[in-house]
């Protein structure tokens, strides 16, 4: 089964001609997801082809994921209405770690101000024409970007990850479930 907007997420990204990176499906995504890879340098203006063009003018979700070699910033959008209703398409960019960067979709969503805050603060994505980009999940004062891989967890600072070493030197004796006596007391060995 090939995803519904697919024909029209095609279309839509025709103007983009070579710099269109990728449209089809997405390996793990269900089939009625359309998908396209675009440049970074014409996100905004691929969202707001889909949009217009395509009539995925609903955005359900923004959110980004640390690749280690890029930050991929998704955007998930909706037909509401129309002969493809309810079908879903994803876009997706790939941006360098040392400086993520990319037009704001504001302009054209301005529900995406939430998701891009969010995007912005745990994984340092900056975006261009945002209005308000101030903090919304982390305290006052906190440093760093805790979604990114290279983020130092403080917890594996103070002590290391638990595992087949022990730092004492002892080993962990095998805890019984509660309510089991020990097996000396019924027989067993």
Request: hydrophobic content about 40%.
């Amino acid at each position: 089964m090939t995803a519904a907007l697919e024909p029209a997420l095609r279309d839509a990204l025709a103007e983009l001609g070579d710099d269109l990176l990728e449209v089809g499906s997405r390996p793990g995504a269900p089939a009625e997801v359309a998908y396209a890879r675009v440049p970074p340098g014409r996100w905004r203006e691929a969202v707001g082809l889909v949009v217009e063009r395509a009539g995925a003018g609903w955005l359900d979700w923004l959110g980004a994921v640390d690749e280690e070699e890029r930050v991929d910033l998704l955007v998930c959008l909706r037909a509401p209405d129309g002969p493809s209703a309810g079908a879903v398409a994803l876009l997706a960019t790939g941006l360098p770690p040392d400086a993520p960067e990319v037009d704001s979709l504001v302009p054209l969503l301005p529900g995406a101000a939430w998701h891009e805050r969010e995007a912005h603060e745990m994984y340092a994505v900056g975006f261009r024409g945002h209005p308000d980009l101030r903090p919304l999940l982390l305290p006052p004062g906190f440093e760093g970007h805790p979604l990114r891989k290279d983020f130092v967890l403080a917890s594996r600072v103070a002590r290391e990850w638990p595992g087949e070493h022990e730092p004492s030197g002892r080993t962990r004796r095998r805890a019984l479930p509660p309510g089991v006596p020990e097996p000396g007391t019924w027989g067993g060995a």
